[in-house]
């Protein structure tokens, strides 16, 4: 499977981003992690595959929301309210195989999108 992120970019705190992820094959669930420098990759959100169920990590529930349309085979990640901490590298990735909030559970990733967000 192929992923490929876009929608990154600069933005100011308390500004909006969407964050894109289309895949060659939507039969799998999609997740979202970050990494900012010298840290772990770390959990961000989840979507199942009929995108009836979606999870988040506290530290963004209730600013960001994630979405799919899977007539389009693309994953969304809507961002509000964006903050200095959520500076980071975005991944999308599918075929979970454990946890959805285990980066090591994921099989498959995108190459990834900075996301900078000025004080």
Known sequence: VILTESGGGLVQAGGSLRLSCRAS???????WFRQAPGKEREFVAAIT?????????????????VSRD?????????????????????YCATYP??????AGAWLYWGPGTQVTVSS
């Open 97 to 102: 195989t454990g946890r959805y909030i285990d």
């Open 25 to 31: 094959e939507n039969n799998y669930a999609m997740g």
């Open 49 to 65: 595959q009929s995108g009836a169920y979606t999870y988040y990590s506290d530290s963004v529930k209730g600013r960001f929301t």
């Open 70 to 90: 899977n007539v389009k085979n693309t994953a969304y990640l809507q961002m509000s309210v964006l903050k200095a901490e959520d500076t980071a590298v975005y």
